[in-house]
């Protein structure tokens, strides 16, 4: 029994996980997502409203069981997770603990798939990415059609007799509790803490020869074609590396980074996103800046987007970050489409952290934020103190003009005479 809240660790995940090396079942099937939390299954469920995307039968047992557990308890409660450290792991902790032949499903059509029943076998199926940031709905079906694939690969095994094991988690969680039972200053240090854990995945590193000549990081790199298909980057590129950076160039001059995507959802079976950057020096400065000058995307290889960028650039010496990059007019750094093909675009990239030159020990250097030190709230700050300050030196001004008199009546002697110049 574990206490609200706790917090899984790898080794007790590796203990949790024992009884499945033991059973008769030689098969585990592993369906991976990118990100998922336990608040998914009671948020998106029916009894908040939503249509319930889980329709399959592992997910609905899953489902009951939460909604016992929180019928029965007197209180709100914290359930128990696993660290995402432990999860980012998980791979390797099955292969090292029984020797299980690794499968990865793509195609998704099991059927077609040889599985060998005098060895133990570890089906790895990744499921589509969720949104993340752009529309509730699109998380919805997101998870319908995981669901629906969960659905469809645990039939099929059953159909062929292959008895199996089911394992359903993510690479990382994807809503961050917030803790309310502390004050204020250890509650904003638990949330910074609880985001660096749940994003601990390392920058993306281009090398060449035996030196690091660009790094490249994001929370979250996403992108939308036709305002419709979703495609989240963020697992391939950072996580699983599935992502191909061989046409990358690095000079001191110019750096681009290409990043080639196979099959990153369905209907585009190749996607290339290059990023170039260009190592200039000012005169009006006296020093060299580094700047992204444009994203091009390339899809299957004929479709040809480019984008223009703006207020992107820093010192030579310095690495670039922006908590918000992409085209929506919004974000302090815009990707602005220079041809037809770009407006069927849609970039979202947050906590972008990107350097093509001067690295040292494979690390960023001091980061140039995006965002000016007189930011839009300090100037209505500004502005609001001052009109402040005018109307208080007004009205001290003008109570400083009051006179009072220095003469009065006396009702026994002749009327008080004012002259007019008084």
């Known amino acids: 029994a574990m206490h609200e809240g706790h917090v899984v660790s790898a080794k007790e995940l590796t203990e949790f996980l024992q009884p499945l090396f033991t059973l008769n079942s030689r098969n585990l099937v592993l369906f991976l997502q990118d990100r998922l939390s336990i608040d998914d299954f009671t948020y998106f469920s029916e009894s908040y409203g939503n249509k319930n995307p889980f329709q399959n039968q592992i997910n609905k047992l899953f489902i009951n069981l939460l909604q016992e557990i929180l019928q029965s308890s007197p209180s709100s409660l914290v359930l128990p997770a696993v660290d995402c450290k432990a999860t980012k792991y998980l791979l390797s902790i099955l292969q090292e603990s029984r020797g299980w032949k690794l499968a990865n499903v793509t195609?998704?059509?099991?059927?077609?798939?040889?599985?060998?029943?005098?060895?133990?076998?570890?089906?790895?199926?990744?499921?589509?990415?969720?949104?993340?940031?752009?529309?509730?709905?699109?998380?919805?079906?997101?998870?319908?059609?995981?669901?629906?694939?969960?659905?469809?690969?645990?039939?099929?095994?059953?159909?062929?007799?292959?008895?199996?094991?089911?394992?359903?988690?993510?690479?990382?969680?994807?809503?961050?509790?917030?803790?309310?039972?502390?004050?204020?200053?250890?509650?904003?240090?638990?949330?910074?803490?609880?985001?660096?854990?749940?994003?601990?995945?390392?920058?993306?590193?281009?090398?060449?020869?035996?030196?690091?000549?660009?790094?490249?990081?994001?929370?979250?790199?996403?992108?939308?074609?036709?305002?419709?298909?979703?495609?989240?980057?963020?697992?391939?590129?950072?996580?699983?590396?599935?992502?191909?950076?061989?046409?990358?160039?690095?000079?001191?001059?110019?750096?681009?980074?290409?990043?080639?995507?196979?099959?990153?959802?369905?209907?585009?079976?190749?996607?290339?996103?290059?990023?170039?950057?260009?190592?200039?020096?000012?005169?009006?400065?006296?020093?060299?800046?580094?700047?992204?000058?444009?994203?091009?995307?390339?899809?299957?290889?004929?479709?040809?987007?480019?984008f223009n960028v703006s207020a992107i650039s820093a010192p030579a010496e310095y690495s670039f970050h922006c908590q918000l990059v992409g085209t929506s007019n919004l974000y302090p750094a815009r990707l602005v489409p220079s041809n037809d093909e770009a407006k069927n675009w849609d970039v979202f990239i947050s906590e972008l952290q990107i350097q093509g030159f001067n690295i040292i020990n494979n690390q960023f250097s001091y980061a140039s934020d995006c965002t000016g030190f007189f930011t839009p709230g300090i100037w209505m700050g500004l502005v609001t103190s001052i009109i402040l300050l005018w109307i208080l030196t007004y009205g001290i001004h003008m109570i400083m003009q009051l006179t009072t008199n220095n003469r009065f009546d006396d009702p026994k002697g002749p009327a008080l005479s004012v002259p007019q110049t008084e």
């Open 107 to 306: 195609n998704l059509n099991i059927s077609q798939l040889e599985v060998n029943a005098s060895n133990p076998n570890l089906l790895v199926v990744q499921l589509q990415p969720l949104a993340s940031g752009l529309k509730e709905i699109s998380t919805l079906e997101a998870i319908a059609e995981s669901d629906k694939i969960i659905g469809r690969v645990t039939m099929d095994l059953q159909e062929r007799g292959i008895h199996f094991s089911v394992i359903y988690t993510a690479v990382r969680p994807s809503r961050i509790s917030r803790r309310t039972d502390v004050v204020t200053e250890l509650r904003r240090q638990l949330m910074a803490a609880e985001e660096e854990d749940s994003l601990s995945y390392p920058p993306l590193n281009v090398t060449s020869g035996n030196f690091t000549c660009i790094l490249f990081y994001a929370s979250n790199f996403s992108l939308k074609a036709n305002s419709s298909v979703l495609i989240d980057l963020t697992n391939a590129t950072f996580v699983t590396q599935n992502v191909d950076i061989s046409a990358s160039e690095c000079s001191d001059s110019n750096t681009t980074l290409s990043l080639k995507y196979t099959k990153p959802v369905n209907g585009i079976s190749s996607l290339e996103i290059r990023f170039l950057m260009t190592n200039k020096f000012y005169g009006g400065s006296a020093r060299k800046w580094s700047t992204l000058d444009s994203v091009e995307i390339v899809q299957d290889g004929e479709k040809f987007a480019k």
